[in-house]
Every structure is written in C-alpha cells, then in structure tokens.
C-alpha cells in the first residue's frame, strides 16, 4: 500500500477499492480492518468507511462507485489528484 492518494494511480487505486470489497466479503477482520483504515486515512473523506458498508444515493459501495466519489470529493476540497500512469 502506497503511503499518500497521490502516490496512486486511477487504475491503482481502483485496484486496492477492489481488494476491500474482496476482503468485505471473503476475509476476516484482522485483513479488512488495516485496508479500511489505511483508506480512511489516505483518502480523508468525511465519510469514510461508510462509502462501502453505509452508501448512499445512488452509491451501492461498489468500488468504481467509490473510487468516483473519492475523486470527486477530492478535487472539490483541494486535494491531490491521481498520480499520472
């Protein structure tokens, strides 16, 4: 896992959002608990884990969803963006 959302590329990313919803429904908590948090940390969107276990709207927690959403809050708050691929 890459240490800041800028350090990720698009498809990067999208591919660890897929690892979460991997280990959502396949891992214990002792592997899902670390990607979370290290979601929550380097994306610091206000919602955080909810994106996945609470969505909203027309969010079902899928990770293309999610990795929009992220992106979307991200660039609207002044955040980095994806590193270029």
């Known amino acids: 896992m890459k ?3 800028e350090d990720y590329t698009k498809q990067e990313f999208l591919t660890f959002l897929q690892m979460i ?3 959502i429904e396949d891992e214990p908590d002792n ?3 670390p990607l979370i948090e290290h979601f929550e ?3 610091e969107h206000p919602s955080g884990s ?3 276990f609470r969505p ?3 969010n079902r927690g899928e990770p293309e969803q999610v990795l ?3 992106e979307t809050w991200g660039l609207a708050n002044g955040k980095e963006g994806f ?3």
Request: hydrophobic share 45%; proline share 0%; charged share 25%.
């Open 41 to 43: 940390k380097i994306t």
């Open 31 to 33: 592997v899902l608990v």
């Open 50 to 52: 909810d994106l996945f």
């Open 56 to 58: 909203q709207g027309s």
């Open 3 to 5: 240490n800041k959302f």
């Open 68 to 70: 929009e959403i992220v």
């Open 83 to 85: 590193k270029a691929s």
């Open 21 to 23: 919803d991997t280990a």
